[in-house]
Every structure is written in C-alpha cells, then in structure tokens.
C-alpha cells in the first residue's frame, strides 16, 4: 500500500522510501498500478513491486547497450535478441536446433532451417522451414546462402567449435549475423567442468572458491558427484568465445545474466 514515504508490504509492513523526483522516472503504468496499491492485499502490491522491478533492469541494461523483455524472462529474452538479427523472409540457420522447437522464438515469417546431429521428432515445423541432420563442423549448406545463424545453448556440445564458427562465417552471406546464447564461467570453474573423472572434478571446484563463494562451489560439487561424464563437450571460460569470434566476426551487442557458478551470456555479431 502506499505510504507518505513509499511503498508498504500490507503483508510483513516492511517499508520501501522512494527518492525524490522518484516517480518522474517511473512509466505511467506502472506509476498507475503502484498508486492503486492502497488495499493490504498481497497479490497487487507485489505485481507493482514486480513491475517496477523488470524496468530498473531494462533501463540499466539498455544504458549498457543491452536489451530485456517485459517479464525478464530467458524465453523472452532470446526472442528479443532474435530480433535483433532475424528478418522476416530470411533465412535463419539453427545450429544444434533439437526439435526444432526454438523456431517459436524467432520472428513470423522467418525462414527456418534446423540442423541437429541426433535422430529427434521435431516439432510442427512452419511452412518452408526443414530439418536437417547433421553436425555443425561440417555445415551440408552452400556458401553465402543464409542470413542469420542461430546458436541456442548448443556450442558447447561441439567437438571442434573453431570450425563450427568458421563454418557459420562461410555460409552466412555478407554481413550476415549471428545469435549466440551460451553458459560461460571464470577460467577455474571452467577447469573443474572440463576435467576428466568424478574426483578430479569434485576437487578442482573447491579451487573456485574465490570465484563463486560458498554457493557456487556447492553448486560445481553437486554437479561433479551427481554426473559421472562430463555434460558438455566443453565449458567455456571468460573471453573464451570472443577469441574464436574475433578471425571471423565483430561483436555488436551483448547481456549478460549472472549465476551462482556461471553467467549466461547473450551475444550477437555481424560477419566482417
């Protein structure tokens, strides 16, 4: 509920103080449903809390260059950063696609083409688009005949990603983009997940501690006990991508969504 200073829970009274020239800065609609809020009832109050949440973020990440979705939800965002880079009418590649099912993100009316190397039953395909079975070292495309190529959490499942990327480079046309969602990590905690058996796993994670804290390196030895391989071909560190990017492609827009052991990183680049 409102308050002469702010915002109180009507559940647990805590107390929010606005600053002065706060609701200057706040949209009409969420300044509207924050006005509203003069009944105890939980469910509003939290929706306007909520609300005004996602668009600090937003505003932060667009001071930075970046974008986030109404809800700040990772589905939203990856469709917000398909956007950036897909045109209806053309071509986009997914590399490592699944089903199939990521081609609900994209833009209507894009052209889809969905390249996986394990047998599954894709989706209900859009009219136009394909599924292909293949590997992504060894792309069965043309040169210079796609417009976008997309990668959703599938890099680091390549055995050879150096020649993957180069792969996207040859058959992107010129200034072609592409859209990368990967999981990335400081350079120890990518050791501990790249290392070869349980214990040596186990081990290395307790050298992530300045890294991550208490919670992360809970989090890597959880992992290394509950699996006995690896679950990726490779976990990358730090700057790890933007150094097999770089021969191929320049970088025009970047977010990043920090974990407890990993920060998701959300990336588009052009072909030079």
């Known amino acids: 509920m409102e308050s002469d200073r702010g915002l109180r829970c009507g559940s647990c009274r805590a107390e929010f103080a606005f600053v002065d020239g706060f609701f200057d800065l706040v949209p009409r609609d969420i300044r509207a449903r924050m006005a509203a809020c003069r009944d105890p009832e939980w469910s509003r109050w939290s929706e306007a809390v909520r609300s005004l949440a996602a668009w600090r973020v937003r505003r932060r990440a667009r001071a930075r260059g970046g974008v986030l979705p109404s809800d700040g939800t990772r589905e939203n965002l990856t469709r917000e ?29 894009s052209r889809y083409l969905d390249l996986e190397p394990y047998p599954v039953t894709p989706v209900q395909l859009a009219p136009g688009a394909a599924m292909v079975r293949a590997v992504g070292e060894r792309l069965p495309v043309r040169d210079a005949v796609i417009d976008t190529v997309v990668s959703l959490a599938a890099l ?22 592409v859209a990368i969602l990967l999981s990335v990590m ?13 214990l040596r796993r186990f081990l290395l994670s307790l050298g992530a501690l300045p890294d991550v804290g208490p919670i992360g390196v809970a989090a890597l030895m959880s992992r290394s006990i509950s699996n006995s391989e690896r679950l990726k071909a490779h976990d990358y560190a730090f700057g790890e991508l933007e150094r097999l990017l770089e021969p191929h492609f320049d970088i025009d827009w970047r977010y990043e969504e920090h974990r407890a052991a990993s920060t998701i990183l959300y990336l588009t680049a052009r072909k030079r």
């Open 81 to 109: 950063m398909l956007e950036r880079v897909c045109v209806p009418g053309k071509i986009a590649l997914d590399v490592g696609a699944a089903s199939g099912g990521k081609s609900a993100l994209l833009p209507p009316g």
């Open 156 to 177: 680091d499942c390549h055995a050879d990603a150096a020649s993957s990327i180069a792969e996207w480079a040859r058959v992107l046309r010129s200034k072609g983009s």
């Open 186 to 198: 400081p350079p120890r905690v990518a050791r501990a997940c790249n290392a070869d058996g349980r």
